[in-house]
């Protein structure tokens, strides 16, 4: 099939993608919305792969709502599996976070489940599922919550999802890195994988410094999809400045965001303002979204926003056209591999609208910890792996994430957004986020407050990293 077959398979695939200042008054009068999860092909490299997808009937990719709309959903699972979604970034009443055996039960093959709640805090979100390894197989997509003020700016707005792919199905993926590996020999050539990752502080290991950057090899990086064989091009006026949301959908791969020599002004990070700052290239953890403001050069070229993996030349990406640009061709191989993410940019980071100032009234440890024996990973609350978080509403709780591992770590809690207070000793207001990345030794320290009773997910949003047991709970005393 050609291409544009298959994209016309998905059904208006670019409809979902932008929104215009218009879009609100569709949102006003829709009501309910469905979102399907069903199989569908995508064009990968020449081939095509049938993957899961999030779309609405319209064809819709996930879901674009305004500040002040209900989030108000029918998900249907047309999957022949058990599944379900988690709305990445909102915080809903804990029974509708989509989290299988957590939240609720997974929405069995056939059946749906229906969610109401405020669609907040607005801002650039996504929906992904929470069951086994299903967010390798692409299930995953936008969650936009339109900022009134994002929607005042009238500016064009692009929203870019990023993904990692692979012909290797993602059973085998973690079969392969759950392998016991030769100690003297974790870097050797497993076919699709690289060494596991386990290599401890004081062991002499040939990559950077001991650290590991990647788990698994991927075949290739998408940008809505598509690579840059084939990337989407959006059109755009000629100087004009366009809003990007960019989100890291991908199971396993940190990307630099890399405008060129382009400018741009980082307006939100996890969907939470920050002080502007300017940037020409951002790194974003699996799983952080990034809003960033760009003006497309003054002599009418054309701007790709493309996305490089941590520590690799693999890119993707998609372009901005204005009306008559020409488009070259981008290489799916950049020149220099992008640099391991370090937190550099994360201390540049100042929360717009930071929590209120307060006494911290519970102080918990948490240390993210690796089992050289095996692909075990885990999270010790207490210093005890298999204990929850727990916390009172009301308080002011911090979480003190201290990596004894040599992976970086993406961690993520469910329910209200924590504030980033210090790194490796180090304090300042910073970014108002749901992910942060825990690079190998180093402490980071975040707060949030306790305010919405229930039992909710807090782990490493490396996909392989979670499976093999990089999870905990936050838990609320008394909620019910
Ligand atoms: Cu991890």
């Not at 692979?166 to 497993?190: A, D, V």
Request: charged share 20%; proline share 7%; aromatic share 6%.
């Amino acid at each position: 099939m050609h291409r544009r077959t298959l994209l016309a398979a998905t059904a208006g695939l670019a409809a979902g993608l932008t929104a215009g200042p218009s879009a609100r008054s569709i949102a006003q009068t829709a009501g309910r919305k469905t979102i399907r999860l069903a199989n569908r092909v995508i064009e990968v490299n020449g081939k095509p792969a049938t993957r899961y997808g999030a779309f609405q009937p319209s064809g819709a990719w996930g879901i674009t709502l305004n500040e002040g709309d209900t989030f108000d959903v029918r998900l249907e699972n047309g999957l022949d599996v058990l599944s379900g979604l988690h709305w990445h970034g909102l915080n809903p009443p804990w029974r509708q976070d989509g989290v299988p055996y957590i939240s609720g039960p997974p929405i069995a093959p056939g059946k749906f489940a229906d969610y109401s709640f405020p669609a907040q805090p607005a801002g650039t979100r996504w929906m992904h599922s929470h069951f086994g390894l299903q967010e390798q197989n692409l299930l995953a997509a936008p969650l936009i919550v339109r900022e009134q003020s994002a929607i005042r700016s009238g500016l064009q707005e692009v929203v870019v999802l990023l993904e990692d792919f692979s012909w290797t199905k993602p059973s085998l993926i973690f079969e392969e890195l759950r392998k016991p590996k030769p100690m003297g020999n974790m870097s050797g050539g497993m076919s699709g994988m690289s060494r596991g990752g386990m290599n401890m502080p004081g062991m002499n290991m040939p990559s950077g410094g001991g650290m590991d950057l990647n788990d698994v090899t991927y075949d290739a990086f998408l940008a809505n999809d598509r690579t840059l064989a084939d990337p989407q091009v959006f059109d755009v006026e000629k100087g004009a400045e366009v809003r990007l949301r960019i989100i890291n959908a991908a199971a396993s791969t940190n990307f630099m965001i890399d405008l060129g020599n382009v400018e741009g002004t980082v307006l939100t990070v996890d969907g939470n303002p920050v002080v502007p700052l300017k940037v020409r290239q951002f790194p974003l953890a699996i799983a952080q979204r990034v809003d960033i403001a760009v003006r497309l050069p003054a002599d009418g070229s054309a701007l790709p926003v493309l996305a490089r993996g941590e520590g690799l030349t693999k890119q993707t990406g998609v372009v901005l056209r204005p009306r008559g640009a020409p488009v070259a061709k981008i290489a799916e191989t950049a020149e220099m591999a992008a640099p391991a993410l370090g937190l550099m940019d994360e201390m540049k980071l100042r929360a717009a609208k930071p929590l209120t100032s307060r006494r911290i009234d519970r102080s918990v440890p948490v240390d993210l910890v690796g089992n050289m024996s095996g692909y075990v990973w885990g999270m010790a609350v207490h210093g005890m792996e298999g204990v929850p978080v727990t916390v009172e509403k009301g308080e002011r709780v911090e979480l003190v994430m201290r990596n004894t591992t040599m992976m970086a770590h993406p961690m993520h809690m469910h329910g209200p957004s924590f504030q980033v207070t210090e790194i490796n000793g180090q304090a300042f207001p910073g970014a108002v986020r749901d992910v942060v990345l825990v690079p190998p030794r180093t402490t980071v320290k975040v707060v949030f407050d306790a305010d919405n009773p229930g039992m909710w997910a807090f782990h490493c949003h490396n996909l392989y990293h979670m499976a093999a047991g990089m999870f905990a709970t936050v838990v609320y005393r008394g909620f019910n």
